[in-house]
């Protein structure tokens, strides 16, 4: 071989090994033999950067096995952080999705560093503060939508004003048609027309003074004991995949013990299911055997106008129901609680229950469907789904990075 082809040679490897510095590969495997639909895969972005020095988020491509390209966002978990080297430093995780066939149990993906800037992806997951509805606090994705209620709510209301109050710290739900957001619409458009269906959906889930769709008490044995509305919200990432908010809750008395709660949500595009983290504290005597939490759902979740039938069904870990109605749809809701030690009910709610320290997030899991989506449409087939999500929050997805 000639100095000007070794040189040559040379060259190419040199380029070649430089090309594969620029891309890595995460590989993902799991154990069930059942498709995961919109599973959603987290890398740090600390191994991005190790990896890929200088990556930064609106220059990178994520690709599947097949090269095609993917949404993907990336979590800014200090956003005022200085960053003089550009290495990312402020920057938490990288997120992306992909849907698990039955069968499927090992998916492999690159990630590359481009030289041209990635277009913003359509977003899939959204949530915000609502200052010109009494504070509310909403959040969706592609598939549900939800909200919450803040102090203003429940003030009280100056002689004819016709205000609303109402406390609680219950979760409503927002059964929507399309795929795309709609919860700035619905509350541009005002509450006498999102309940009812214009061709978009509707809220047709009643909170009351309950626990709605899975809010959190403190049981004694015979009572429940609830905070007051929230008191200050944070979000966390919202958006495209991936929307994720703290909501605070004032200390309340729960049977002598003052009790307050830090409830961060997350939900990703895709799913049915929001991951839900409650951090309790107490001040005062706490009971050696930790607080007993219950989650509940509400007895009573449709209006009457509907003549609604309500069933009740608990199995492992998990509490649903389902609702039949006159016309409005019927709709399933659950409560996956990992550990749960029992159940309760009192006059408002099924409650499922578990034991909780002080100080350690306690997770659990919140879901709703409707009938007229199509996908599940009886009581059974909620069931089922439920069960299969279950199974699925025991069996999760490993991720292992590497070069390609």
């Known amino acids: 071989m000639t100095k000007h082809n070794l040189l040559a040679a040379c060259l190419g490897l040199a380029a070649l090994h430089a090309a594969a510095a620029e891309r890595m590969l995460v590989t993902v495997t799991h154990d069930l033999k059942a498709a995961r639909p919109a599973e959603t895969i987290t890398v740090p972005w600390a ?55 039955a069968g499927e149990q090992s998916v492999r993906f690159t990630i590359e560093k481009t030289t041209t800037v990635a277009p913003p992806f359509p977003a899939k997951a959204f949530a915000r503060y609502v200052p010109e509805r009494l504070d509310d606090f909403a959040w969706e994705n592609d598939r549900i939508a939800h909200r ?15 205000k609303e109050v109402l406390e609680t710290s219950g979760v409503d739900i927002w059964f929507k048609r399309p795929s795309y957001l709609i919860v700035d619409r619905w509350y541009n458009k005002g509450h006498d027309h999102y309940h009812k269906d214009e061709g978009e959906g509707l809220d047709m889930y009643a909170v009351g003074r309950t626990r709605g769709a899975g809010g959190t008490g403190i049981w004694n044995g015979s009572r429940l004991f ?22 605070t809750y004032d200390a309340w008395d729960a049977d002598g013990v003052a009790v307050s709660e830090v409830k961060r949500f997350t939900l990703d595009a895709g799913q049915l299911f929001d991951v839900v983290e409650s951090t309790f504290s107490t001040s005062g005597p706490t009971p050696v055997q930790g607080l007993t939490v219950a989650l509940g759902l509400n007895k009573t979740p449709a209006y009457p106008a509907q003549t ?74 909620w069931q089922a789904y439920v069960e299969a999500y279950r199974k699925r929050i025991a069996s999760p997805i490993r991720v292992e990075i590497g070069m390609e």
């Not at 890929?52 to 096995?65: C, E, M, N, T």
């Not at 409005?328 to 408002?348: K, M, S």
């Open 47 to 101: 191994e991005v950067n190790r990896r890929l020095p200088g990556a930064l988020l609106q220059k990178i491509a994520v690709r599947d096995a097949n090269g095609n390209l993917l949404p993907y966002q990336v979590t800014n978990v200090a956003p005022q952080a200085k960053d003089p080297k550009g290495e990312g430093i402020a920057y938490g995780e990288l997120i992306f999705q992909h849907d698990f066939a």
């Open 226 to 247: 609830v905070s007051r509305n929230y008191s200050t919200w944070r979000v966390i990432a919202n958006g495209p995949v991936r929307a994720s908010f703290e909501l």
């Open 148 to 162: 919450t209620y803040g102090q203003a709510l429940a003030a009280p209301a100056p002689p004819g004003s016709g």
């Open 308 to 381: 609604p039938s309500v069933a009740a069904y608990r199995a492992p870990d998990t509490l649903m129901q389902w609702v039949r109605q006159r016309s409005a749809g019927d709709f399933g809701t659950a409560i996956v609680l990992p550990g749960a030690e029992g159940y309760a009910a009192d006059a408002d709610n099924e409650l499922i229950l578990v034991k909780a320290k002080p100080g350690q997030p306690l997770r659990y899991y919140l879901g709703a469907a409707v009938n007229w989506s199509g996908e599940i449409t009886t009581p059974q087939a």
